[in-house]
């Protein structure tokens, strides 16, 4: 028991184990830390930022952040909260998501956190990118407007499928992720039972032939908001 | 053709020895070679380091000097910061544009032209400047463009465009550049006579803890602007587990309107090796790196050159200076292109053959660092400092500067002031005395820090030069009476977009935003609310950021809403129609316009 | 007491939104007793007879007429709502923001695989309004002072907004009433 480190979020008590971040602490804790990059089982990435806490009133990104004993942690507050919905409209803004015919819709975590958030409509202009889609993988295909550079199919591709089959290119602002062919992804050896044709939080990267099987009202984040699952003490 | 490809890039990888690590080196040469690195070229790359392709496009894509599409055979890169703008860029811009018929971007039908802009590359008290492959010319003139163009015309040969050598080491016939030194002032640490050698076997007399505790007397703290204490940097280091270590030189000066470590690489480069080699024995390394930007690659065999020297003089390699078990010794890394690339863990992803993106902190460097073995990572000034500290004692250095702030500082100053150059000045100098020094006291406003820095106002010109004050890595520049402070900070704006890894969403999304609104004030179009809307926005950009990059990239707003919130609020006046300002329905509908053959009813009523 | 009038349009929209303004079903009745209604498609209103509480928008602007009518309701309702995620965000018409105009004019009137048009030409009616060099969401054009998407918004979603908005309460919607699809 010594190995408990323990600390506060909003209020709370939290007990961690050595070697845990802020976020699976809070986690098995009951407590929701939004996240969008972050996923069980791949390497924290720390590029969405909205997981960002005030860790003694430095923001640190949750899923990156050691736990510490007496740390004092700062995640459902108005300020963080505000700083959050405004990371999640700049994603919204950035690309061309039109969730009214996405197949991902529903059960998308960006659009879900944005429905947690309370986001009727983003603050900043649509800045309508051109980006493109490529269809030509047999089972599986990448819409690049949908596409959030969070780099989960890129690590899942890497450590969990050890095929490497994405990464990124380009900076900045023209920063995008290519396939390790010469453009298409039929070019590749991913395989639709791959990891990394399951991680997308978005609709980015979505296998063929299954889109709208779950119908509306029975979608992942049709009634209950995401995070619900975590708060409800379900892990 | 292909076949060609094939022997050379398979040569270049076995020079770097296939390394997964070298792969920065290995598409370097690659593009030299041949003006790119293509698609064939990366799968050639990829098989012979046993990476994949997409690894090496990551990098090739990331580098402003690498491309996949081909580039001329010389590319004149035009430097388009603010400065630069200010002595005449755009004038001579457009002599470039019409002397060569191709527009910036382009590269000419005959293959044998590329024109491109690039950030800062360090000779703002020179400018205009450009680099001719990685030749640098400076003072440009409209005449010197047309005359640059028309002479590689006949010679294609960039090094035979110096026609006039610059002072010191500029004119060394490995250097030969026309570059000037432009020091004004000497203080008492950085520029004063040295001994090659001296400081390393005092060093060495010691024991490394002593070392250690000889920087921590000087209270050195780090020049690249964030001001670490060096020696507690250092303890880090050396306490950290592990056996391998290494010692980082951060000579990726990128930051707009810096150039004092060029002058100090340029000029006493042993005591920027002496301190690597220094810090090499007190934290138990035995290898340097030195991170020099692609910018400064004209130095690069001058500075190759006194490393060989310093090998054959025993100040690096086996049992330094008689030491036994002391080893250490130095590459050169070159970068390619990148701003981000100064950022400390984003310098170590770029050496290890990375794209130069950040890295997760904790762990620091100190901790785990290049290849993941502790590291320090330390600015060129600093290193020449930790040299003067060993040489003169810390009681010397710290009776310097002011007691948070201990030593000398160097400033590059440029900008609207009489002699722009180097200063060499005591910390806690006022900001008003360091314009009188450099002749810019009409000045309105002035950006220390660089365009990451802060823009001051003339009611704050009492402020102090200090890691208290205006912390600074040396940037200082100077806007007088006819400029607009408003446009300087969008131009830093400009210079974020571009310079951003892209890693994270706010400073990928977010600055791009920001110049948005920045402009639309600017233009007039602006409203109360779009004051709030650029707080707000670059309050989340700083907040929410991962690296220094993005926690600095809002500054040129959050700092001139701040000190010059007059000009903003007599840019902006509340509407009371409803519409949205920025709206303009008769360019909307141009296009349409054109197609179609017919005016607008509703735009031009 | 007059009864306050609410006003609607369909800019670059499908009539969708319309239509689940009257999936109100037989609170529609109830609706009439609060408000009246002024220019609107729903009652055929051409032109504003005079100011209105609301104005509810559906689809963005895509033509120099949308934006026409857009300012002209911003200038006769108090209340402007962008209803549905095409006046939100452009929604399908803005998918042709990524394209040339004068391919999105070819594929209408002279390339498209339905488009029969022997005169070769695109038509320069004044009947037909210019189209703008991208579709703009309305919030771009105008200020909006409410957002309820959408594709359509949920009857309950309008009809709880509305009520809340003519009783002068807050518009606090449950989370099952705001969604993008």
């Given at each position: 028991?010594?190995?408990?480190i323990?600390?506060?979020?909003?209020?709370?008590?939290?007990?961690?184990?050595?070697?845990?971040?802020?976020?699976?602490?809070?986690?098995?804790?009951?407590?929701?830390?939004?996240?969008?990059?972050?996923?069980k089982?791949?390497?924290?990435?720390?590029?969405?930022?909205?997981?960002?806490?005030?860790?003694?009133g430095?923001?640190?990104?949750?899923?990156?952040?050691?736990?510490?004993?007496g740390?004092?942690?700062?995640?459902?507050?108005?300020?963080?909260?505000?700083?959050?919905?405004n990371?999640?409209?700049?994603?919204?803004?950035?690309?061309?998501?039109?969730?009214?015919f996405?197949?991902?819709?529903?059960?998308?975590?960006?659009?879900?956190?944005?429905?947690?958030?309370?986001?009727?409509?983003?603050?900043?202009?649509?800045?309508?990118?051109?980006?493109?889609?490529d269809?030509?993988?047999?089972?599986?295909?990448?819409?690049?407007n949908r596409?959030?550079?969070?780099?989960?199919c890129?690590?899942?591709?890497?450590?969990?499928?050890?095929?490497?089959?994405f990464d990124?290119?380009?900076?900045g602002?023209?920063?995008?992720?290519?396939?390790?062919?010469?453009?298409?992804?039929?070019?590749?050896?991913l395989?639709?039972?791959?990891?990394?044709?399951?991680?997308?939080?978005?609709g980015?990267?979505?296998?063929?032939?299954?889109?709208?099987?779950?119908?509306?009202?029975?979608?992942?984040?049709?009634?209950?908001?995401?995070?619900?699952e975590?708060?409800?003490g379900?892990? | 053709?292909?076949?060609?490809?094939?022997?050379v890039?398979?040569d270049?990888?076995r020079?770097?020895?296939?390394?997964?690590?070298r792969?920065?080196?290995?598409?370097?040469?690659?593009?030299?070679?041949?003006?790119?690195?293509?698609?064939?070229?990366?799968d050639?790359?990829?098989?012979?380091?046993?990476?994949?392709?997409?690894?090496?496009?990551?990098?090739?894509?990331?580098?402003?000097?690498?491309?996949e599409?081909?580039?001329?055979?010389?590319?004149?890169?035009?430097?388009?910061?603010i400065?630069?703008?200010?002595?005449?860029?755009?004038?001579?811009?457009?002599?470039?544009?019409?002397?060569l018929?191709i527009?910036?971007?382009?590269?000419?039908?005959?293959?044998?032209?590329?024109?491109?802009?690039?950030?800062?590359?360090?000779?703002?008290?020179q400018?205009?400047?450009?680099l001719?492959?990685?030749?640098?010319?400076?003072?440009?003139?409209?005449?010197a463009?047309?005359?640059?163009?028309?002479?590689?015309?006949?010679?294609?040969?960039?090094?035979?465009?110096?026609?006039?050598l610059?002072?010191?080491?500029?004119?060394?016939?490995?250097?030969?550049?026309m570059?000037?030194?432009?020091?004004?002032?000497?203080?008492?640490?950085?520029?004063?006579?040295a001994?090659?050698?001296?400081a390393?076997?005092?060093?060495?007399?010691?024991?490394?803890?002593?070392?250690?505790?000889?920087?921590?007397?000087?209270?050195?703290?780090?020049?690249?602007?964030?001001?670490?204490?060096?020696?507690?940097?250092?303890?880090?280091?050396?306490?950290?587990?592990g056996?391998r270590?290494?010692i980082?030189?951060?000579?990726?000066?990128?930051?707009?309107?810096?150039?004092?470590?060029?002058?100090?690489?340029?000029e006493?480069?042993?005591?920027?090796?002496?301190?690597?080699?220094?810090?090499?024995?007190?934290?138990g390394?035995?290898?340097?790196i030195?991170?020099?930007?692609?910018?400064?690659?004209?130095?690069?065999?001058f500075?190759?050159?006194l490393?060989?020297?310093?090998?054959?003089?025993n100040?690096?390699?086996?049992?330094?200076?008689?030491?036994?078990?002391?080893?250490?010794?130095?590459?050169i890394?070159?970068?390619?292109?990148?701003?981000?690339?100064?950022e400390?863990?984003a310098?170590?992803?770029?050496?290890?053959?990375?794209r130069?993106?950040?890295?997760?902190?904790?762990?620091f460097?100190?901790?785990?660092?290049y290849?993941?073995?502790?590291?320090?990572?330390?600015?060129?000034e600093?290193l020449?400092?930790?040299?003067?500290i060993l040489e003169?004692?810390?009681?010397?250095f710290?009776?310097?500067?002011?007691?948070?702030?201990?030593?000398?500082?160097?400033?590059?100053?440029?900008g609207?002031?009489?002699v722009?150059?180097?200063?060499?000045?005591?910390?806690?100098?006022?900001?008003s005395e360091?314009?009188?020094l450099?002749?810019?006291?009409?000045a309105?406003?002035?950006?220390v820090?660089?365009?990451?820095?802060?823009?001051?106002?003339r009611?704050?010109?009492?402020?102090?030069?200090?890691f208290?004050?205006?912390?600074?890595?040396?940037?200082?520049?100077?806007?007088?009476?006819?400029?607009?402070?408003?446009?300087?900070?969008?131009?830093?704006?400009?210079?974020?977009?571009?310079?951003?890894c892209?890693?994270?969403?706010?400073?990928?999304?977010?600055?791009?935003?920001?110049?948005?609104?920045?402009?639309?004030v600017?233009?007039?179009?602006?409203?109360?609310a779009?004051?709030?809307?650029?707080?707000?926005?670059?309050?989340?950009?700083?907040t929410?950021?991962?690296?220094?990059?993005?926690?600095?990239?809002?500054?040129?707003?959050?700092?001139?809403?701040?000190?010059?919130?007059?000009?903003?609020?007599?840019?902006?006046?509340?509407?009371?129609?409803?519409?949205?300002?920025?709206?303009?329905?008769?360019?909307?509908?141009?296009?349409?316009?054109?197609?179609i053959?017919?005016?607008?009813?509703?735009?031009?009523? | 007491?007059a009864k306050?009038k609410v006003?609607?349009?369909?800019?670059?929209?499908?009539?969708?939104?319309?239509?689940?303004l009257?999936?109100?079903?037989?609170?529609?009745?109830?609706?009439v007793?609060?408000?009246?209604?002024?220019?609107?498609?729903?009652?055929?209103i051409?032109?504003?007879?005079?100011?209105?509480?609301?104005?509810?928008?559906?689809?963005?602007?895509?033509?120099?007429?949308n934006?026409?009518?857009?300012?002209?309701?911003?200038a006769?309702?108090?209340?402007l709502?962008?209803?549905?995620d095409?006046?939100?965000?452009?929604?399908?018409?803005?998918?042709?923001?990524?394209?040339?105009?004068?391919?999105?004019y070819?594929?209408?009137?002279?390339?498209g695989?339905?488009?029969?048009?022997?005169?070769?030409?695109?038509?320069?009616?004044?009947?037909?309004?210019l189209?703008?060099?991208?579709?703009?969401?309305?919030?771009?054009?105008v200020?909006?002072?409410?957002?309820?998407?959408?594709?359509?918004?949920?009857?309950d979603?309008?009809?709880?907004?509305?009520?809340?908005?003519?009783?002068?309460?807050?518009v606090?919607?449950?989370?099952?009433?705001?969604?993008?699809?």
């Open positions: 028991m010594s190995a408990t323990e600390f506060v979020i909003d209020g709370k008590e939290i007990q961690g184990q050595p070697g845990q971040t802020i976020l699976e602490a809070a986690q098995q804790a009951g407590v929701y830390i939004p996240r969008l990059c972050y996923m089982g791949l390497v924290p990435h720390g590029s969405c930022r909205v997981c960002t806490v005030l860790v003694n430095r923001p640190q990104s949750a899923c990156t952040q050691p736990v510490a004993p740390m004092v942690v700062e995640n459902n507050t108005e300020k963080v909260t505000a700083l959050r919905r990371i999640v409209e700049m994603l919204f803004v950035e690309g061309n998501h039109f969730c009214m996405c197949e991902k819709s529903g059960n998308c975590e960006l659009q879900a956190l944005a429905y947690r958030l309370g986001i009727a409509a983003p603050k900043y202009p649509y800045l309508f990118p051109t980006r493109d889609i269809m030509s993988h047999p089972d599986v295909f990448i819409d690049r596409c959030i550079l969070c780099g989960r890129v690590r899942a591709s890497r450590d969990v499928d050890g095929k490497h089959v990124f290119v380009g900076r602002p023209h920063k995008r992720v290519a396939v390790n062919a010469e453009v298409r992804l039929a070019d590749t050896n395989d639709v039972r791959d990891k990394a044709a399951e991680a997308c939080p978005v980015a990267i979505m296998k063929k032939r299954v889109g709208y099987a779950v119908p509306i009202g029975q979608r992942l984040y049709d009634h209950k908001p995401i995070g619900s975590i708060e409800n379900k892990k | 053709m292909s076949d060609n490809l094939a022997t890039v398979r270049i990888c020079k770097y020895g296939r390394e997964r690590g792969l920065m080196d290995i598409v370097r040469a690659v593009q030299e070679k041949f003006g790119c690195v293509s698609g064939p070229a990366m050639l790359i990829a098989k012979e380091v046993g990476v994949r392709r997409v690894q090496v496009a990551s990098v090739v894509t990331f580098y402003a000097f690498l491309s599409q081909p580039k001329g055979q010389v590319v004149i890169r035009l430097c388009n910061d400065i630069d703008q200010m002595a005449g860029a755009p004038d001579v811009a457009r002599a470039f544009e019409e002397e018929g527009s910036f971007g382009q590269t000419t039908p005959d293959g044998k032209f590329s024109l491109e802009y690039a950030a800062c590359i360090g000779m703002c008290d400018a205009p400047a450009a001719v492959n990685d030749v640098p010319v400076t003072e440009l003139s409209t005449d463009a047309r005359r640059i163009v028309r002479d590689l015309r006949k010679h294609m040969d960039p090094s035979r465009l110096v026609h006039r610059g002072d010191g080491n500029n004119a060394h016939e490995l250097v030969h550049a570059v000037m030194n432009n020091i004004h002032l000497r203080g008492p640490v950085i520029f004063t006579p001994n090659r050698g001296e390393i076997r005092k060093a060495l007399a010691m024991t490394p803890a002593e070392v250690i505790r000889a920087v921590k007397t000087s209270r050195l703290r780090g020049r690249g602007g964030a001001g670490f204490p060096t020696g507690m940097k250092w303890e880090f280091t050396r306490a950290a587990p056996d270590k290494y980082v030189c951060n000579a990726d000066e990128g930051e707009p309107g810096t150039f004092k470590d060029r002058v100090l690489l340029t006493l480069p042993d005591r920027v090796f002496a301190g690597m080699t220094i810090a090499g024995y007190a934290v390394a035995a290898e340097g030195l991170y020099l930007r692609a910018e400064y690659a004209y130095l690069q065999r500075l190759e050159d490393l060989d020297k310093r090998r054959a003089e100040l690096l390699g086996q049992n330094i200076c008689g030491k036994a078990g002391f080893n250490f010794d130095i590459r890394q070159m970068g390619a292109g990148a701003y981000v690339c100064g400390e863990t310098l170590l992803s770029s050496a290890e053959g990375s130069g993106d950040p890295k997760n902190r904790p762990p460097p100190a901790q785990k660092g290849l993941d073995c502790p590291t320090v990572v330390n600015n060129v600093t020449a400092c930790v040299t003067k003169a004692g810390p009681a010397t710290s009776e310097h500067g002011s007691p948070g702030s201990t030593g000398t500082k160097l400033l590059s100053i440029s609207d002031c009489k722009p150059g180097v200063f060499e000045v005591p910390f806690g100098i006022k900001l360091v314009l009188k450099a002749g810019g006291e009409d309105i406003a002035v950006q820090g660089g365009a990451s820095g802060q823009m001051i106002a009611e704050e010109f009492g402020r102090t030069i200090c208290d004050d205006l912390a600074t890595g040396g940037s200082v520049m100077i806007f007088g009476p006819e400029r607009n402070v408003l446009e300087v900070a969008d131009k830093f704006m400009e210079f974020f977009v571009e310079e951003s892209g890693y994270c969403t706010p400073c990928r999304v977010g600055n791009v935003l920001l110049k948005e609104r920045l402009e639309r600017i233009a007039g179009q602006g409203e109360p779009d004051l709030e809307y650029l707080q707000d926005l670059g309050q989340t950009i700083k929410m950021s991962r690296c220094g990059l993005g926690q600095t990239s809002a500054n040129p707003v959050l700092t001139t809403l701040k000190n010059f919130r007059a000009t903003y609020n007599a840019l902006v006046k509340k509407r009371t129609d409803g519409l949205q300002p920025a709206f303009d329905l008769g360019a909307a509908v141009g296009e349409a316009e054109t197609i053959g017919r005016k607008s009813e509703h735009a031009h009523a | 007491m306050p006003a609607t349009t369909s800019l670059a929209g499908c009539f969708g939104c319309h239509m689940s009257l999936d109100i079903d037989d609170r529609i009745l109830k609706l007793e609060l408000v009246d209604f002024d220019k609107s498609p729903v009652d055929d051409k032109e504003f007879t005079g100011r209105c509480a609301v104005g509810l928008i559906e689809g963005g602007c895509c033509n120099e007429e934006v026409k009518v857009l300012r002209d309701f911003r006769h309702c108090d209340i709502i962008s209803v549905g095409c006046a939100i965000m452009g929604g399908i018409p803005a998918m042709r923001n990524g394209i040339p105009l004068q391919e999105c070819a594929e209408a009137y002279l390339k695989p339905t488009v029969h048009n022997p005169s070769g030409r695109i038509p320069n009616d004044p009947e037909l309004p189209l703008l060099n991208r579709v703009y969401p309305c919030h771009e054009v200020k909006i002072d409410y957002h309820l998407p959408g594709c359509p918004p949920p009857a979603t309008l009809w709880e907004a509305l009520v809340a908005l003519l009783s002068d309460k807050p606090q919607l449950p989370y099952e009433l705001v969604k993008y699809d």
